[in-house]
């Protein structure tokens, strides 16, 4: 017998096929009023939560079935991931906890409309770190292809260019905000 009660999900694959659902009902189209908000707000929760300890405990642990190469791709995309591992944390830790012992690297700003997906899908929460600025649908999009990408044992251990590119158009974003807002 375990000593850790868990709800079927025993394998970080069990956990990021959660991950997926997680992001297929965050990732929906929805109408706009302050009930499909909520609801949003808590499936961001599930998501922005299960994504963080897939990460830091399912896949870094000591779980023995898990991607191959897992370990050696999350070494490789380190610092490329630095502070998108943060903002994950961050909003995971920020979002289940009253109040948190160190300073937040995220800023969770208000729901805003600037960019396709947000033209598409309603106007989402803007996230800035110190280099990037995404919307939360763009940022969802980039989680899961860092972790579709980690768990794809045939593809190569070298971060994904898809990967690469939208995360330089979040940054060049970054920089473009800084010129005309009072974010710093």
Known sequence: MSNIAKFGLSTPYD?????????????????????????????AFNFFVTAWHLYKDWLQGVSKDKPKHSLQKIQKAASEFREIKDVIRNIANGSKHFELNEPAKVILGDREISSVY?????????IDTKSFHFL?????????????????????????????????????????????????
């Open 136 to 184: 939360m649908y763009e940022l969802v999009d980039i989680i899961m292809a860092y972790f579709e990408w980690i768990f794809d044992d045939s593809k190569q251990v070298a971060v994904p260019i898809e990967i690469i590119e939208k995360l330089k158009k979040a940054r060049e974003l970054r920089t473009e905000r800084k010129k005309y807002t009072s974010i710093k």
């Open 118 to 126: 947000s033209w598409f899908f309603g106007p989402q929460f803007a």
């Open 15 to 43: 956990l990021y096929e959660k991950l997926k659902y997680d992001a297929q009902l965050l990732l929906r189209q929805r109408e706009e009023n302050a009930e499909e908000h909520r609801l949003e707000e808590f499936e």
